[in-house]
């Protein structure tokens, strides 16, 4: 009982492994190099979402410089593998809509815009290599996400003015990382720990006020708790917590217009305000652009650009308080698919579907998929993850390495091919994991 409820920072990181908590084990996988490769790919990811406007006012450069070194060791890492590792079928949807983003280019007239959405979607099949094929990705992923948003989190509650906590997506995705390697291998008991890990997670992103990724986090838990007992225990506790967080939470509250933007800290206006603020305005984006597109333009066959779609977007949604690039106004298209046809045209809709009826064909081997899957689909229909690096491209690739797993029956064995990958069928008469004379599982993460 003391190795379960022993409670350290440490272990809120390493808890979700069976027995003792134990060090990763670093003496298998990739080289010291591309360890240290990802762990800094992760902890720029969410350092840089905080730093780069300072870095930008301080330096004087634009931000694309430093996301550009800061992406540098994950391709080393992703291009050690060699082309083959690129050119896996679970990748190839991702590496047709990157080449159609690429040879939309052409026809726009913001190329430096374009190249850095392309360069960034790119990154997204980098990580996708590096979870894949490097044995213990996923695992660093989850360790320093984990240490990177509970400090975060611990930043933000001690006092306002603290440092911004790390990106949502990148939450969720590490939320999501520890979320499937669990149900790959479940613990028979889950650690106290893990719970607490996994919750500290779930607040970080419901104070983020984050409406879609609140609700990805609320499916992956839901659809995992058929399973998964730990699942189970943070749904349980996250919805306890929710309820008094909503009463007490936030100021004043604000007029909800995309214009006039509801403060972030006032949680009941944000989580109550789906329709009134017409999800911050998306709506009314995504009218306003249907109204323009609903005639069928000959530019939708090859896109506008995929570096003109955002001031595109501008044009056609005037009377919002859009951002200033240069002389010219941007406002986001806050939607997956929209990016992408107004970017490289309708046919991008083709590779789009051949990756969502890989996920629906896949997502049915285990419950804590189909929550991530739907997860997945809520953020990607509000925002573009493919094209956020602070954290969208990392779910992407933990999202992806989930897919990939082999379905694997109630004994952890893989019914198509017989072997085994998770713990051992067990008899009542073996002794309990925790026996000091069993060999102890090191932890992935």
């Known amino acids: ?15 979700d492994v069976h027995g003792p908590v134990a060090p990763p084990a670093m003496t298998a996988g990739p080289p010291r190099w591309a360890r240290a490769a990802v762990a800094f790919s992760v902890l720029t990811a969410g350092l840089l979402n905080i730093a780069l406007p300072d870095l930008m006012a301080v330096t004087g450069r634009r931000g694309t410089e430093f996301i550009a070194v800061a992406l540098v060791p994950l391709f080393a890492v992703s291009l050690r593998r060699g082309v083959g590792a690129w050119l896996r079928a679970d990748l190839r949807p991702l590496l047709v809509i990157t080449a159609m983003l690429a040879l939309s280019l052409l026809v726009g007239d913001f190329l ?4 850095v959405k392309v360069f ?18 996923v695992g660093l992923i989850a360790r320093w996400g984990t240490w990177l948003c509970l400090i975060g989190l611990g930043l933000s509650l001690a006092s306002r003015n603290a440092l911004a906590p790390p990106s949502h997506l990148l939450a969720l995705a590490v939320l999501y990382a520890r979320l499937l390697r669990d149900e790959a291998d479940p613990a028979p008991t889950p650690r106290a720990t893990a719970v607490l890990g996994d919750i500290a997670l779930v607040a970080m992103v419901f104070l983020s006020t ?3 990724a609140t609700v990805a986090a609320a499916l992956a838990l839901l659809a995992a708790s058929r399973t998964s007992r730990r699942a189970r225990w943070v749904l349980g506790v996250c919805a306890a917590l929710a ?10 509250s604000h007029e909800p217009s995309y214009a006039n933007v509801v403060a972030r800290d006032d949680w009941q206006a944000r989580y109550t305000g789906f329709g009134d603020d017409r999800l911050s305005g998306r709506a009314d984006i995504w009218e306003n652009v249907w109204h323009d597109v609903a005639d069928g333009p000959a530019w939708l066959l090859t896109g506008r650009g995929t570096g003109d779609v955002d001031f595109y977007v501008a044009r056609v949604n005037p009377t919002y308080n859009a951002q ?11 939607n997956t698919v929209l990016e992408l046809v107004l970017g490289a045209g309708v046919g991008t809709l083709l590779p789009l579907l051949w990756l969502v009826g890989l996920a629906a064909a896949r997502s049915r081997r285990s419950w804590g998929l189909v929550g991530c899957s739907a997860g997945v689909l809520v953020v990607s229909l509000s925002n573009v993850p493919m094209m956020d690096w602070t954290g969208g491209t990392i779910l992407g690739a933990v999202w992806l390495w989930g897919l990939a ?9 893989d019914p198509a091919r017989g072997i085994q990958h998770g ?4 008899s009542p008469h073996d002794p309990p994991r925790t026996d000091p004379a069993l060999p102890r599982r090191e932890a992935l993460s």
């Open 423 to 426: 713990p051992a069928p067990r």
């Open 405 to 413: 797993q082999p379905a694997k029956d109630a004994r952890g064995i």
């Open 120 to 137: 960034v979607t790119l990154s997204g099949v980098a990580w996708a290599v590096v979870v894949l094929d490097e044995p213990q990705a």
């Open 210 to 212: 984050f409406r879609a």
């Open 112 to 115: 430096t815009e374009g190249t």
């Open 243 to 252: 309820i008094p967080a909503l009463a007490l939470g936030g100021g004043a």
């Open 1 to 15: 009982m003391r190795g379960v409820f022993r409670l350290t920072a440490r272990d809120l990181v390493f808890a």
């Open 324 to 334: 200033r690039r240069g002389d010219e106004r941007a406002v986001h298209t806050h």
